[in-house]
């Protein structure tokens, strides 16, 4: 059997493929059932080819433990949005989010998935950030599914280096940023 790592994840192939085969014999002893269980099992063997994927040292593993019950708690937070230009209707979307940016450390993530063209959604963003830090935002990253395609640009084409200026903020995509979330702040100087 050929494994391959899924995508997105950090295995090698040769990771895969070995660590596949490994769980097929665990599998095969199992009368063709696995858990997780049975995985760490085996893998507490310094012979087994698992032995390596896995943390030992039971302090760090705790803290991985941790970190990964953090990520599960901060993705399962939902609040509920009142849209301003639809009266009644209510949207639940994710409340945290860890936004990465090498240049921008704290900002804001607005969300809006209104019919108002982009300058629109920034400017309100641009509201927002002012409100809440006292401060005027430089930078607003969005989607490049949101930018406005310049003309003659292909169907489906991904804009990826591009920018525009609403008011004193520039406006660039950034792929990490959802679709309909603006990530807008100060960028610091490098």
Request: glycine share 6%; proline share 6%; with cysteine.
């Amino acid at each position: 059997m050929i494994y391959k790592p899924a995508k997105g994840s950090s295995l090698t192939e040769e990771q895969a493929q070995r660590y596949g085969e490994r769980i097929e014999v665990i599998i095969e002893g199992q009368d063709g059932n696995i858990t997780p269980d049975d995985v760490v099992s085996d893998a507490k063997d310094k012979a087994s080819p698992l032995h390596d994927f896995f943390e030992w040292n039971n302090a760090r593993a705790a803290n991985l433990y941790r970190t990964d019950q953090a990520r599960y708690l901060l993705r399962s937070i939902h609040v509920v949005v009142k849209r301003d230009d639809d009266g009644d209707k209510e949207i639940n979307i994710r409340a945290f989010y860890n936004v990465t940016d090498e240049k921008m450390k704290i900002g804001l993530l607005w969300y809006d998935d209104s019919p108002k063209t982009l300058a629109q959604k920034v400017a309100l963003a641009v509201v927002a950030y002012k409100r809440k830090f006292g401060e005027m935002p430089t930078t607003c990253y969005v989607n490049p599914c949101q930018f406005p395609r310049p003309s003659g640009w292909p169907e489906g084409g991904e804009i990826i280096a591009a920018q525009m200026l609403v008011g004193p903020v520039e406006v660039a995509p950034l792929q990490t940023v959802l679709k309909h979330h603006f990530w807008i702040g100060q960028e610091k100087e490098t």
